[in-house]
């Protein structure tokens, strides 16, 4: 049942998810499917966390903030934990293009076509191409390489700039991996989403959330919007629930959806961890943020099809310092056809992303932010205007959020887009030996996050709740 935000929840659980992001959602939907009374408690007064939409002008413009683009392998997790009528919404892009100083390509971003650049526009002989995709392939996350992003690429693309660019520039704004992460990181995300292409729910953000609401309603989760967590209860070692509005809701076990440094020190407090466990979370370092400028095109326009992700940079080469800077060099464009939303009136919507680092917005006065606002919104109009000539003046609505705006929304510390670093998927496994009971879902050490990490992250997590209340069952028997 949807418990209204002012109603008082008497009932206990065998799991309580803090947090309705995809990991949560995903958890919560599984959990109850296999039997397990499942309540879902989201601050926010909707669903999704950053998988989200706003609308603007009394509805005339709505907006997707992350619905970009992820893997092929939504559409199973989607059929398998969620229905067959949201995976068969999920849809390839056409085209995905790269406008920079070193190339422009244009790819539907699936691995042949890759091989096919590289070879042919970067002039990289197959065998190296090969090989290159095949240590690729068979990197394990259970190895233990050293090896960074940084490295890879220089083992097989010498100094080579320009392919760090064209091989990673979409990883940077897929999950915020950078020359200095692991290997494996990239590798991961980079298998995934090059296999077959890039996609996306069509239908909109608000469609895919709607429809899981209905599921997640279906098999019983109770759901209570506006919920703030403020406390997670723990009781010798175990959790016995939390603490909303001021009362307390019991449970057998509580999953966190929240932001892995919110939980542990926030939300639980470091006196509940051993010591050996705090240091490695204190060391966990969080991701970056991002910036977005929404564009809305007038009612009536139109403008012609010039693909549908669009990374462009005016940086003369790559650096992961230079795709942070509030200088903005570079920008990703969402270009929102009327085939986003078949079931509205036809309108097209632009949204340009960039990479952006939380401490060049914290510290500034109501005036600097503004202004670096006011810049970052007349950088996305005249990129846009350089691809599509004239669009300005057919923009109707223009608006941005900074890492500030993140942070607010989505209650991730410092606005983190991806979660943690790598070493928070560690942290984030092993919260449940410190404390019985205790899981954590939701953007983690890179691989975990984006759409689909964050969702199948929800299904491992979903099979730990279920193993630790199974024997929770057996001992009580
Ligand atoms: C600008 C931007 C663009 C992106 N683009 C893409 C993209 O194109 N493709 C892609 O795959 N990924 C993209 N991502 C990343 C992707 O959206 C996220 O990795 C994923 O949605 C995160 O899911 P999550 O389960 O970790 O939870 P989140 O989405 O972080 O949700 C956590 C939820 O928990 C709630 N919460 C937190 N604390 C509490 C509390 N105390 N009590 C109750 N509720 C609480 C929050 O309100 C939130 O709803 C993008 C992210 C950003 C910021």
């Known amino acids: 049942m949807l418990y209204s935000s002012k109603q008082k929840i008497e009932k206990s659980y065998d799991v309580i998810v803090i947090g309705a992001g995809l990991a949560g959602m995903t958890l919560a939907n599984k959990m109850a499917r296999d039997g397990r009374s499942v309540l879902l408690l989201e601050s926010h007064n909707k669903l999704g966390g950053f998988a989200t939409w706003f609308k603007r002008k009394d509805g005339e413009h709505i907006f997707d903030v992350s619905l970009h683009g992820f893997p092929a392998g939504m559409i199973k997790t989607c059929r398998k934990y969620w229905n067959k009528e949201i995976a068969d919404k999920i849809h390839q892009l056409k085209s995905v293009r790269y406008i920079n100083p070193q190339f422009q390509v244009e790819t539907d971003f699936t691995k042949e076509h890759f091989i096919k650049v590289l070879n042919q526009n970067f002039g990289v002989s197959l065998e190296v191409v090969e090989a290159f995709f095949s240590e690729l392939a068979n990197m394990n996350f259970y190895d233990n390489s050293q090896i960074n992003n940084g490295e890879l690429f220089e083992k097989y693309f010498p100094g080579r700039n320009d392919i760090t660019r064209f091989l990673l520039e979409p990883i940077v704004y897929a999950n915020g991996s950078n020359l200095e992460d692991p290997a494996i990181s990239y590798g991961i995300v980079f298998s995934n989403f090059m296999s077959k292409g890039v996609y996306i729910f069509q239908g909109g953000t608000d469609q895919m959330i709607s429809l899981m609401k209905d599921e997640l309603l279906k098999n019983g989760v109770d759901i209570q919007l506006q919920a703030k967590v403020e406390k997670i209860l723990i009781e010798n070692k175990c959790t016995a629930g939390v603490v909303v509005k001021g009362y307390q809701i019991h449970c057998r076990s509580v999953v966190s959806n929240s932001n892995l440094k919110t939980t542990i020190h926030k939300m639980v407090g470091d006196h509940h961890f051993s010591s050996e466990f705090l240091d490695k979370a204190k060391k966990v370092r969080l991701n970056t943020s991002s910036c977005q400028v929404y564009m809305g095109i007038k009612k009536g326009e139109t403008i012609p099809f010039v693909g549908d992700l669009v990374f462009t940079s005016d940086d003369i080469a790559f650096s992961t310092d230079l795709i942070l800077s509030p200088k903005i060099g570079s920008q990703t464009f969402s270009i929102y056809y009327p085939d986003t939303r078949p079931h509205l009136e036809p309108k097209f919507a632009i949204v340009s992303s960039s990479n952006a680092r939380y401490e060049d917005w914290k510290n500034l006065t109501a005036q600097e932010y503004e202004a670096r606002k006011a810049f970052l ?86 099979h730990e709740v279920d193993n630790y209340l199974s024997r929770l069952d057996k001992a009580i028997r």
Do not use: C
């Open 377 to 462: 919104i007349e950088r996305s109009l005249s990129g846009i205007e350089k691809i599509i000539p004239g669009v300005r003046s057919k923009i109707d609505f223009v608006d941005a959020a900074t890492p500030l705006t993140v942070e607010r929304y989505t209650l991730h510390e410092q606005g983190a887009s991806f979660g943690t670093k790598f070493e928070g998927l560690e942290v984030s496994m092993s919260m449940h030996k410190e404390i019985n009971g205790l899981f954590h879902a939701g953007s983690v050490g890179i691989i975990m996050s984006g759409w689909l990490g964050a969702a199948n992250y929800g299904v491992i997590q979903a």
